[in-house]
């Protein structure tokens, strides 16, 4: 077997919080292999967006060791993410004052290593890979619908053809069409490129539509990280309660319609 992706190991996280200390996570393990989709799940604040942030080295936990590619995700942080790690952040993050197309190409244009030419037609094959026409590039942030958003940061996360994709949320925020649009568009985006990627998510749908493998994320660490079908048998309250409640019936109809195999 080929070494994951992702490898954390006794990972602790602990923010102060007035004259005690609030801690997110104790002890915790994960292990992300190649070319599968984990999903992390958890209730307020056991620290989901938090381990993204840490794998991307934008954070730095309290101990432990999380090695991303075969390096520490701090190395991540020091000399910048993009060319081997994609984030696709909850609200998109576009920068409101660039173009499309300038924000799809701002990591690629930052390494100042390409001619301009070059770097505007990487990204502009981006945009068509995420479903955007050439009509779009000269399009302001505050111009795009909830949905295009979404596809342009998606677009801005693949441009340097990271191996790792993380993702935030994805669907958040949007109607069912085009969260249903925006979910193919991932499928296919994980077949075709051979990415790896991670996803926080509270999308039922989208949560069974993608995953490969659940993390739950309870009582400071990893309780259970397995296929859907497995994580949902897991006796434990937040779990029945997140799959098993009343909003997870419409979910569960799909599992059942659908098996789940790694």
């Known amino acids: 077997m080929s070494d994951p992706i992702v490898d954390i190991k006794k990972l602790w996280t602990v923010f102060p919080n007035g004259e005690k200390k609030a801690v997110v996570h104790k002890d915790l393990d994960l292990v992300v292999e190649r070319g599968e989709v984990l999903s992390l799940v958890g209730g307020s604040g056991t620290g989901k967006t938090v381990l993204l942030r840490q794998m991307l080295g934008l954070e730095k936990p309290t101990q432990g060791e999380i090695t991303v590619l075969g390096r520490p995700a701090a190395e991540l942080g020091k000399q910048g993410a993009a060319s081997r790690v994609g984030m696709l952040f909850q609200q998109g993050a576009l920068f409101s004052a660039f173009t499309v197309l300038e924000n799809i190409a701002f990591p690629l244009r930052e390494l100042k290593t390409l001619p301009r030419a070059l770097v505007y037609e ?16 000269d399009k302001m942030p505050s111009d795009l619908s909830g949905g295009m958003i979404k596809r342009v940061a998606l677009a801005r996360a693949l441009i340097m053809d990271p191996p790792l994709l993380l993702l935030d949320e994805p669907t958040a925020g949007l109607d069912p069409e085009s969260s249903d649009s925006f979910v193919s568009l991932l499928r296919s985006l994980h077949r075709d490129m051979e990415l790896t990627v991670v996803m926080v998510t509270h999308d039922l749908d989208t949560l069974f539509e993608l995953s490969t493998r659940i993390a739950v994320l309870a009582e400071h660490k990893v309780i259970v990280n397995d296929v859907p079908k497995e994580v949902v048998a897991f006796p434990h309250p937040f779990i029945h309660e997140f799959f098993l409640g009343e909003r997870g019936q419409r979910a569960m109809e799909l599992l059942r319609e659908y098996p789940f195999t790694v």
């Open 122 to 137: 990487a990204a502009m094959v981006k945009l068509q890979m995420v479903g955007l026409g050439p009509d779009a590039a």
